[in-house]
């Protein structure tokens, strides 16, 4: 079962069962609806082939087989076929369930215990405003034992030949066959992953995390006359494309660094650690600009 919001410029179909996710998100136009995330079909049962999905209760990959905190050890386990780590947390593979529903609002809720120490209860809220997609992620934690908590977005969105980034950021994480990160570097002015002005994509591969991040991107595809804006309340970002014969590519405003459990200070890079009854919150908005 699909929802549908629409508000007469925008329209959004989200799959509560499937992750919680964004099926399609199109603006309205005379010639009829246009996407401005990469469309899914409704009865699609894999959230990597739709639009965008959430991620709770952690964002892209932990190493390791786990990880220690507050001196326990939490034991992970691969949750996607072909990726050898855990990888976005639970959210995206749970069914949500619909809490509230209108014409331009919805939102849903989800209820997850079975991956220690992860016992919470999270909420996503979707609202169409104008020509603006505002998405909501909030987690509370209800666990006895306080518990490392990140949130993102993950977006699949339509990569063409023609299509520019401009996202600023002070440095990009290089990884290892795992894509686990190594070292962080400075980025230098018009170097291939400099996004600070219209860049084009690599055409080799990416899949790297990006900080220093105003929270402020605007994406364009010159040929379509479609510019999407997307502003988030954080400071990091990843960009993920297989390559210059993908058909997509995902910009993914995230809370945390890769592998940030195993990090020297993990909450420095981003994790917040929720004690029982504590909540953390993300946003993140996408606005159809005039061509």
Known sequence: MTMTLDNGTLRLTVSPGIGG?????????????????RPGRADEHDPNRLAMYPLVPWSNRIGGGGFTWQGCDYPLVANLDGEPLPIHGDGWQRAWQVEECDDTRLRLGLRSSHQPPFDYRAELTYRLAGDTLEVTLAVTHLGE?????????????????DVRLDAAAEGVWEVDADQLPTEWRRLSAGEAWDFSRDAALPERKIDNLFTGWSGQAVLRWPERGVMLEVS???SRYLVFSPGVHADFFCFEPVSHA??????????????????????????????????
């Open 21 to 37: 996710a964004v099926v399609r998100f199109d603006r309205l136009t005379q010639r009829g609806p246009e996407p401005l995330m």
């Open 145 to 161: 034992a306080p518990a490392p908590y990140g949130l993102g977005f993950h977006p699949w969105l339509p990569r063409s030949a």
């Open 232 to 234: 988030a309340d954080t």
């Open 258 to 291: 890769v592998d940030a459990h195993h990090g020297v200070d993990p909450q420095r890079q981003g994790l917040l650690e929720l004690g029982t009854g504590e909540c953390h919150s993300m946003r993140c908005r996408f606005r159809c600009l005039p061509s």
